[in-house]
């Protein structure tokens, strides 16, 4: 089944105008940032989703169909903010803070202000504005759906700047995440400074006997 704007009606009906959805991309990567996105739909949208026809969670749609998705977004949406955390303040904070981060940077990177948001699992601390966390939000929401897709792209955008940056890493096919090819390219290279080097993954597949004593 695909989003709704049933949440955002719903606001809107108590008298919220101005509702951004928030997600974010690559909380579980072993490499590169986590990003957030926060976009607002105008009421126009909220009243006639069928303008964004085809916006479904990031992970249901290919890259092709993400891509289609994000022009189109961006078309209609009344505002879009993107936050962005690096791998080195992941380390430092721990993920869920530094996705929090991320998706209060994306909030605060808005052209527009807002009175109410739709987040994905999570809430933000210290932000007072009405807040409601849907778990499995970007597959009910339309806000959050948007805001995954936005996300989703503008890190895979980063992912193919990395793949030149550190080459023999794949980081343009595998975005990050631990699949057999990035196994074997850290075996063979070791982390690089793009790497969460506190995701035990990384640590175990580079330090062994690091984890051995642990």
Same mark, same amino acid.
């Given at each position: 089944?695909? $989003? !709704?704007?049933? /949440?955002?009606?719903?606001?809107?009906?108590?008298?919220?105008?101005?509702?951004?959805?928030?997600?974010?991309?690559?909380?579980?990567?072993?490499?590169?940032?986590?990003?957030?996105?926060?976009?607002? +739909?105008? &009421?126009?949208?909220?009243?006639?989703?069928?303008?964004?026809?085809?916006?479904?969670?990031?992970?249901?749609?290919?890259?092709? @169909?993400?891509?289609?998705? /994000?022009?189109?977004?961006?078309?209609?949406?009344?505002?879009?903010?993107?936050?962005?955390? =690096?791998?080195?303040?992941?380390?430092?904070?721990?993920?869920?803070?530094?996705?929090? +981060?991320?998706?209060?940077?994306?909030?605060?990177?808005?052209?527009? @202000?807002?009175?109410? &948001?739709?987040?994905?699992?999570?809430?933000?601390?210290?932000?007072?504005?009405?807040?409601?966390?849907?778990?499995?939000?970007?597959?009910?929401? &339309?806000?959050?759906?948007?805001?995954?897709?936005?996300?989703?792209?503008?890190?895979?955008? +980063?992912?193919?700047?990395?793949?030149?940056?550190?080459?023999?890493?794949?980081?343009?096919?595998?975005?990050? /995440?631990?699949?057999?090819?990035?196994?074997?390219? +850290?075996?063979?290279?070791?982390?690089?400074?793009?790497?969460?080097? !506190?995701?035990? $993954?990384?640590?175990?597949?580079?330090? =062994?006997?690091?984890?051995?004593?642990?």
């Amino acid at each position: 089944m695909a $989003p !709704t704007t049933q /949440y955002e009606y719903e606001l809107c009906r108590a008298g919220y105008r101005s509702i951004a959805g928030i997600d974010e991309a690559g909380r579980g990567c072993w490499a590169g940032p986590v990003v957030a996105a926060a976009v607002v +739909l105008p &009421l126009a949208v909220v009243t006639q989703p069928m303008c964004l026809a085809g916006v479904d969670d990031s992970k249901r749609l290919s890259a092709h @169909q993400r891509e289609t998705m /994000y022009t189109q977004i961006h078309a209609v949406a009344t505002g879009i903010g993107l936050g962005v955390v =690096p791998a080195y303040l992941i380390d430092t904070m721990g993920i869920v803070p530094a996705t929090r +981060l991320a998706m209060t940077i994306a909030l605060l990177s808005l052209p527009c @202000q807002v009175d109410a &948001l739709l987040i994905d699992a999570l809430a933000l601390i210290g932000i007072s504005l009405l807040q409601r966390s849907l778990i499995k939000g970007d597959a009910s929401c &339309l806000s959050i759906a948007a805001a995954s897709i936005v996300a989703k792209v503008s890190r895979d955008h +980063l992912l193919y700047t990395a793949d030149s940056a550190y080459p023999g890493y794949g980081f343009a096919l595998h975005k990050g /995440y631990g699949t057999a090819a990035h196994q074997r390219a +850290l075996r063979m290279l070791g982390p690089c400074a793009f790497h969460r080097w !506190t995701f035990r $993954p990384v640590t175990t597949l580079c330090y =062994p006997e690091v984890d051995a004593q642990e």
